[in-house]
């Protein structure tokens, strides 16, 4: 019952990547999915955070990557998206998904569940 990630790689810095996270074992749809990504020797930060119903979705973003990244996510698919443009050196990190089960885009890492094992992105300069 988890969330599993795809689509991580190296590339330049400049370059795009788009993650993909699956969930498998769990329902999600009124749960706030979010990305998060933890760097060498630093804590796992959030990225990004959807919480989206049947009428719109709203988004939300760390300030390093506004303006670049863009989450979205699939209800009937259950996925959820980052699309990550223009990348630098400083989004290397290991990437994973969560839910909030609250739908709120919690501030904290202990209001997520569900987290997946993480993807590796590493952007060379």
């Known amino acids: 019952v988890q969330f599993v990630e795809s689509g991580g790689g190296l590339v330049q810095a400049g370059e795009s990547l788009r993650l993909s996270c699956e969930a498998t074992g769990f329902s999600f749809d009124d749960y706030a999915k979010g990305w998060f990504r933890e760097a060498p020797g630093k804590e796992r930060e959030g990225v990004a955070c959807i919480q989206s119903t049947t009428d719109n979705s709203t988004t939300h973003y760390t300030d390093a990557v506004k303006g670049r990244f863009t989450i979205s996510s699939d209800n009937g698919k259950k996925m959820v998206y980052l699309q990550m443009n223009d990348l630098k050196p400083e989004d290397t990190a290991v990437y994973s998904c969560?839910?909030?089960?609250?739908?709120?885009?919690?501030?904290?890492?202990?209001?997520?569940?569900?987290w997946g094992q993480g993807t590796q992105i590493t952007v060379s300069s």
């Open positions: 969560a839910v909030d089960p609250l739908g709120l885009c919690g501030t904290t890492l202990i209001e997520y569940d569900n």
